[in-house]
């Protein structure tokens, strides 16, 4: 340790401040008791996205735990508060276990992702071995990571004109026009310029062999898998 700092360059809090982002009340309690039972301090709790959004760049906690299917898209939540707090760890506590989910959190700006149904004394150990270094991260996921890295975190879709491989950002994209978003909304979420989108937009029509987005949503919700 040098001037208050373990090795990893982290500093080392006795009592790090947390902020909870969870819309199941019962859950969301019995968290906020184990980690305070274990030293941690609650400085807040949101049940919404929006919220957690909010709370974090007002309260700037050391830890976001967040459950990525809060109201309000939890899982978009990630990167907005990754950017409006940027020295927070956020920590995904989800009750999905999908790889895409879990990428997808981590390319957003999550330092760890741990499965509901840890317990209270894991969980805080967890939290705490995050700053010495240790990635939160569920044994359970370990396998889902290593196939996505070893693909490529590529995605495969099958379509009637042959076989198209997409990269993440174009399937991400791809995600998003699915749910009807704009291309300002897409370029807010990612952080880009709309430029970029209507960059990857066409790169993602051009594989597609669609004519338009309409097109490509389309074949994305006949072929391609979440």
């Not at 947390?18 to 807040?44: K, Q, T, Y």
């Not at 909010?54 to 050391?62: I, K, M, N, S, Y």
């Not at 805080?124 to 700053?131: E, G």
């Not at 430029?195 to 004519?211: C, D, M, Q, S, Y």
Request: hydrophobic share 40%; with cysteine; net charge negative.
């Amino acid at each position: 340790m040098v001037d208050g700092r373990p090795a990893g360059g982290m500093v080392e809090l006795e009592h790090p401040s947390v902020l909870i982002a969870d819309d199941d009340i019962p859950h969301r309690r019995a968290v906020r008791e184990a980690l305070e039972a274990h030293g941690f301090v609650v400085v807040g709790e949101a049940s919404d996205a929006a919220a957690a959004i909010g709370a974090a760049t007002r309260l700037q906690p050391d830890i976001c735990l967040i459950e990525i299917e809060l109201p309000l898209e939890g899982l978009n939540a990630i990167g907005r508060i990754d950017r409006s707090s940027p020295e927070t760890m956020i920590v995904v506590l989800s009750r999905s276990d999908h790889s895409e989910d879990v990428v997808t959190a981590f390319a957003r700006g999550a330092s760890g992702y741990l499965v509901k149904g840890i317990s209270g004394d894991r969980l805080a150990s967890t939290l705490r071995a995050a700053y010495h270094g240790e990635p939160p991260l569920s044994r359970s996921l370990v396998p889902y990571l290593l196939d996505e890295i070893r693909r490529g975190s590529v995605r495969r879709l099958t379509l009637p004109t042959g076989p198209v491989t997409l990269t993440p950002r174009e399937w991400e994209v791809g995600q998003f026009l699915r749910e009807g978003r704009s291309t300002t909304e897409i370029a807010d979420t990612l952080g880009v310029s709309p430029i970029t989108v209507r960059r990857h937009v066409g790169l993602l029509l051009n594989k597609l062999g669609a004519e338009d987005r309409e097109a490509a949503v389309e074949l994305l919700r006949a072929y391609g898998r979440r």
